[in-house]
């Protein structure tokens, strides 16, 4: 075998070890989940993983995986749908109304719409956020448990963190 072939499977080797080594995390925790909108519905016991780059979550039931979330800066991914960008989930999944990166801040539990109507306390924070018919959002972020709540857009996503 010449030198190049040699050095081409080892290069394909190692791209395809590099391919399937898992993402590193800095956290993990068990959480249980409400994530309800008009079109997904699910609540129930999961991990939520995070890194720099983006947040996970893992919802599941009986021991199997019902749902993954993969959320970054620039796009979500939901295991019963195709990656999208942040636009394009929040147009099909959340509304169109909302920031690009509204899911992202909302699970890393920080201000949302740049901090309009942050009410802060000792504990955390809430926000109280309307615009006419687009959206009537009430936040709260207490303890580092979440509930976000859009009347308008029926759109429920609750975290609460187990054993912590």
């Known amino acids: 075998m010449t030198y190049r072939k040699k050095l081409f499977y080892l290069v394909c080797l190692v791209l395809m070890l590099v391919s399937c080594t898992s993402k590193e995390y800095d956290k993990q925790e068990s ?6 909108t008009p079109t997904f519905k699910y609540a129930d016991l999961g991990f939520m993983y995070q890194n720099s780059d ?10 199997q995986a019902l749902m993954s979330l993969e959320v970054t800066q620039s796009h979500v991914c939901m295991s ?3 990656c999208m960008n942040n636009d394009s989930f929040n147009a099909h999944v959340l509304s169109p109304w909302y920031p690009r990166e509204i899911l992202e801040d909302i699970f890393r539990a920080q201000p949302i719409f740049k901090g309009m109507g942050l009410a802060k306390n000792s504990n955390g924070f809430t926000q109280k956020i309307e615009e006419g018919f687009k959206y009537n959002i009430r936040y709260t972020v207490f303890n580092k448990d979440i509930i976000f709540h859009d009347k308008i857009n029926k759109i429920v996503i609750k975290m609460k963190r187990v054993g912590s």
Do not use: D, N, R
């Open 80 to 82: 019963l749908l195709e």
């Open 54 to 63: 983006e947040v996970k979550i893992e919802i599941y039931g009986s021991g």
């Open 31 to 36: 959480v249980f989940i409400v994530f309800k």
